[in-house]
Every structure is written in structure tokens, then in C-alpha cells.
């Protein structure tokens, strides 16, 4: 149980264009997803707090206009990366806790999706 | 703030050797642990856990007991396979209603046969 499904895998795109990730809970309802982004040889670094029927929440320093989310349904949460530019290529992961789970309980990752803009 | 700090890799052993991946943290509360594995081509899963001092998570043979007054969240094993090849993070966890995790950089393990 607990599966999260990212979608692409992998894509890649031209500079100046935008793309769309998705992030899905398969088997729970998820309120709150949280959206990583991982540099090579770094650790994840939380970019955003995504809430079911509210705004998202940025971590300092994030575009909250270049990196959009939205979380439209409790299984459903999307990040745009707008006006992409080769910087921006990274592996991006998002993840979800069960409901009613507290601070000491995991995250489920997704498998994470690998941009890069050219 | 919170942070986790790792110990430099990557590291690589030889099957059936005793491993330890250092990690050691910051936090201003009493935060829950975690080491985190992530197998080549695959998201990360939850390798085991600690909620409070002196708490032992295991799992899969890895050992990680919360120290709290050094700080620290040392994971062990004490005879690795080829398939524990993986990148590890320590992470850690505050309390709140959001509770984000904090990560470490990684540490790469490759086991050789």
C-alpha cells in the first residue's frame, strides 16, 4: 500500500517552454504532498507544501511563479515548471504521508522525474 | 535551523563487510529520525525509523539507534550484500502539522561481490 506514482519518468524540453509533472497517491488519499528537487551528488531540497484545495506553500528562495502546483483532488497533485531554462534541469521527486499520520510518521516518495532543457 | 549532516562518500565495501554511515543532526525540538534508501532507478523507500532517545530502528539487517546527547542517528549493518548497493539518506523530522523532513546528502554504497 502507500504507492505513489510519478509521471513522466523522464522528459526532456527546449528552453523557454513549459512542462507539466504529475504526482498521484494510487491507493490513499493524499491532503499534503511535498515537492523535492534533487541536485546531482546533493541532498532533496523541499521546494513547496502542496494542499488539497488551498495554495501552495514555498520554501524560501522558490519561485512560486517559474514553479507552479497545483493539487486540484486528494490523489492529484501537479508541478509546471514555466519558461524553463537549462538551470532548471534537475530530478524532481514528490511525496505523500498517509492521512491522519503525524511527524513521526515516513513519506512515500514518487520515483521522481528527471528534466532536462536544452 | 534544522540541518543533517552525512558523512563524505561514497563508500564501497566488499560482501558480507561491516558497515557504518555517520549522521548527525541539528534540530531545536525533539525531532523523529529516519534513513531513507534509494536503490538504483527506483524513489526512495523508508529504511527504518526512530521517534525518541534511545529508540533502535532496524530493518533488513541495518541498525540506527537515536542518540541524543551526542546528536546523532549512525546507520549500522553488520554484514552487507551486493543488493545493499544504494544511495542512503539520513532525514530527520520536527514536530508540527506539516512535519517536513529535513534530508542529508546521500551517501553512496557499492557493495562489489
Known amino acids: 500500500g502507500a504507492v505513489v506514482s510519478q509521471h513522466p519518468s523522464w522528459v526532456i524540453c527546449k528552453s523557454g517552454t513549459s512542462v507539466k509533472i504529475e504526482c498521484r497517491s494510487l491507493?490513499?488519499?493524499?491532503?499534503?504532498m511535498f515537492w523535492y528537487r534533487q541536485f546531482p551528488k546533493q541532498s532533496l531540497m523541499l521546494m513547496a507544501t502542496?494542499?488539497?484545495?488551498?495554495?501552495?506553500?514555498?520554501e524560501q528562495g522558490v519561485e512560486k511563479d517559474k514553479f507552479l502546483i497545483n493539487h486540484a483532488s486528494l490523489t492529484l497533485s501537479t508541478l509546471t515548471v514555466t519558461s524553463a531554462h537549462p538551470e532548471d534541469s534537475s530530478f524532481y521527486i514528490c511525496s505523500a504521508k498517509l492521512p491522519g499520520q503525524g511527524y513521526n510518521s515516513p513519506l512515500h516518495f514518487g520515483n521522481g522525474t528527471r528534466l532536462t532543457v536544452t | 535551523g534544522d540541518s543533517v549532516t552525512q558523512m563524505e562518500g561514497p563508500v564501497t565495501l566488499s560482501e558480507e563487510a561491516f558497515l557504518t554511515i555517520n549522521c548527525t543532526y541539528t534540530a531545536t525540538g525533539y525531532p523523529s529520525l529516519f534513513w531513507y534508501v534509494q536503490y538504483p532507478g527506483e524513489g526512495l523507500q523508508l529504511l527504518l525509523k526512530?521517534?525518541?532517545?534511545?529508540d533502535k530502528g532496524s530493518n533488513k539487517g541495518f541498525e540506527a539507534t537515536y542518540r541524543k546527547e551526542t546528536t546523532s542517528f549512525h546507520l549500522e549493518k553488520g554484514s552487507v550484500q551486493v543488493s545493499d548497493s544504494a544511495v542512503y539518506f539520513c532525514a530527520l523530522s520536527e514536530t508540527g502539522a506539516n512535519s517536513k523532513l529535513t534530508f542529508g546528502k546521500g551517501i553512496t554504497l557499492s557493495v562489489r561481490p
Open positions: 502542496s494542499n488539497e484545495g488551498s495554495k501552495a506553500t514555498y
Open positions: 491507493d490513499f488519499q493524499a491532503t499534503t
Open positions: 526512530a521517534t525518541k532517545a534511545d
